[in-house]
Structure formats: structure tokens, C-alpha cells
Nanobody, 122 residues
Framework: VQVVESGGGSVQAGGSLRLSCSTS????????WAWFRQAPGKEREGVAS???????TYADSVKGRFAISRDNAKNTQYLQMNSLKPEDSGMYYC?????????????????WGQGTQVTVSS
């Protein structure tokens, strides 16, 4: 299974971006998905996750601002990011794994995209 991210870019603080992650897998609905981000010099951290059952979980730092969703018909999941802050900047990675539920533990995921850059200026 391969995944491809898109939708990153540069935005001013308070703005919005929507990231997309697509796969060609025909068993898309059996996968759990997540977004992780990594800023220079920092650990990769979980941002949002949606399980194969549709349940979601979010990092405390993004609750109320970010929303993860999935469209099984399009084999695509999305991360809507609103009220962006400079500290949201970083490389955002899409991750997938079979039936691990909604989790922000990066060790739970074995399939990773190449990443898409998000830069939020103040």
C-alpha cells in the first residue's frame, strides 16, 4: 500500500489548510489513518487519527481546530486545519495501518507517506 499526501503550503496565522492523503488500496476501509508532524529538531508527533471504525482522536494542541475525516469511496482521508498557529508548522506525514483503531502512537503505523510541508507565518 502506498500513500500520497497533498495540500501543504504557506499560510498566515489564523488561516486554514486542508491536507489530503490518498491510496490505491482496494481495502482502504480496513485501514486506520493518522497525521503526524515533525518540526526541525523535534520528535515526530501525532496530530490526529481516524480508525477503521470511524472513531477519531486528536492531540490536545489541535483539539477544536483540526478535523480528520475519511471518504471511503475516494480512498482518501483529509485533515482540515483551521486557526493555524506558527507552532503548527512542520512536515506533515500521512500514516496508515490495518485495524489499529484511532491512535497517535507512531509505532502503530507501518505505512508512511513522503510528507507535505506546512508553514504558518505570524
Amino acid at each position: 500500500v502506498q500513500v500520497v499526501e497533498s495540500g501543504g503550503g504557506s499560510v498566515q496565522a489564523g488561516g486554514s489548510l486542508r491536507l489530503s492523503c490518498s491510496t490505491s488500496s482496494y481495502v482502504y476501509e480496513n485501514y486506520s489513518w493518522a497525521w503526524f508532524r515533525q518540526a526541525p529538531g523535534k520528535e515526530r508527533e501525532g496530530v490526529a487519527s481516524i480508525g477503521h471504525d470511524g472513531r477519531t482522536t486528536y492531540a490536545d494542541s489541535v483539539k477544536g481546530r483540526f478535523a480528520i475525516s475519511r471518504d471511503n469511496a475516494k480512498n482518501t482521508q483529509y485533515l482540515q486545519m483551521n486557526s493555524l498557529k506558527p507552532e503548527d508548522s512542520g512536515m506533515y506525514y500521512c500514516a496508515a495501518e490495518l485495524r489499529v483503531g484511532a491512535t497517535l502512537n507512531r509505532d502503530d503505523f507501518g505505512i508512511w507517506g513522503q510528507g507535505t510541508q506546512v508553514t504558518v507565518s505570524s
